[in-house]
């Protein structure tokens, strides 16, 4: 559940930002018109997003497949890892001008142009969302896997909110810096996972027995990886709490910039 609701919140902030940026942007430049296109576009990314999650996790029955799942799936974290960092501090100017360029068409052209950009930046973070918890089900319970989901959603929408609303006040940098550690052990885990289920196939030219039984408790349900679970959930958590602790001492500090 903990990772589920980590991935979710993860992704879920992504997504709810960009959505956030593009209405707040065609608000402030009188394009309330063009509002709909968002929603529309929203809505229709993350249907395509439940579909090829669902689909994916109707495939992963195989163990072949599992591992590619998973692989594919640390491959997509290590990316979105990689852009969010370099992209986080310019996403509002980016989006702006790229809302700008679709906007300035005249009439329906102009519609279009933004229901399309919507859904290719919601549906790029949705088919990652996708692949990754395609990559988990197999692995969790059905209730903890959608409750993990619901929370990490719920959260993403509050913190989004949060940062339209009091932007000043909300520290997206600590956020993504914080949870880009998660990722990255978390893409870890699914590369051993996907090793662990290609050896189950025999798909690798090696010891196929052998590694199985090697990588056992480093899986979802061995102790290693029982513990590597939970930590990835707690590392940043305390992370979080300590940074968010440490900048309340600075701000109480006598003569402390307010």
Do not use: C
Request: aromatic share 10%; net charge neutral.
């Amino acid at each position: 559940m903990g990772q589920m609701l980590l991935v979710t919140l993860r992704e879920g902030i992504e997504m709810f930002l960009i959505v956030a940026i593009a209405a707040t942007y065609l608000r402030k430049t009188g394009r309330e018109a063009l509002l709909s296109a968002v929603g529309w576009g929203t809505t229709a990314a993350v249907a395509i997003s439940v579909v090829l999650g669902t689909w994916l996790a109707e495939v992963a029955v195989l163990p072949k497949w599992e591992a590619l799942l998973a692989l594919i799936a640390a491959i997509l974290v290590i990316s979105m890892v990689v852009y969010m960092l370099k992209a986080a501090k310019h996403l509002r100017r980016d989006i702006g001008s790229r809302l700008e360029a679709a906007a300035t068409h005249s009439g329906s052209a102009a519609w279009f142009g933004v229901f399309a950009f919507v859904v290719l930046m919601v549906t790029r973070e949705g088919m990652e969302t996708a692949f990754i918890t395609a990559s988990l089900f197999r692995q969790t319970d059905t209730a903890h896997f959608i409750a993990g989901a619901l929370a990490g959603l719920t959260l993403a929408a509050a913190l989004a909110w949060a940062w339209s609303r009091y932007g000043s006040r909300v520290d997206l940098s600590l956020f993504f810096k914080v949870t880009s550690v998660f990722l990255v052990l978390f893409a870890l885990q699914l590369v051993v996972y996907s090793f662990h289920e290609a050896t189950e196939a025999n798909l690798l030219p090696l010891d196929n027995a052998y590694w199985h039984i090697a990588t056992e408790p480093y899986g979802p349900e061995g102790d290693f990886g029982a513990a590597l679970t939970y930590a990835l959930v707690l590392v940043p958590a305390a992370w979080l709490m300590v940074a968010a602790l440490k900048a309340r001492l600075q701000a109480a500090r006598p003569g402390a910039t307010r």
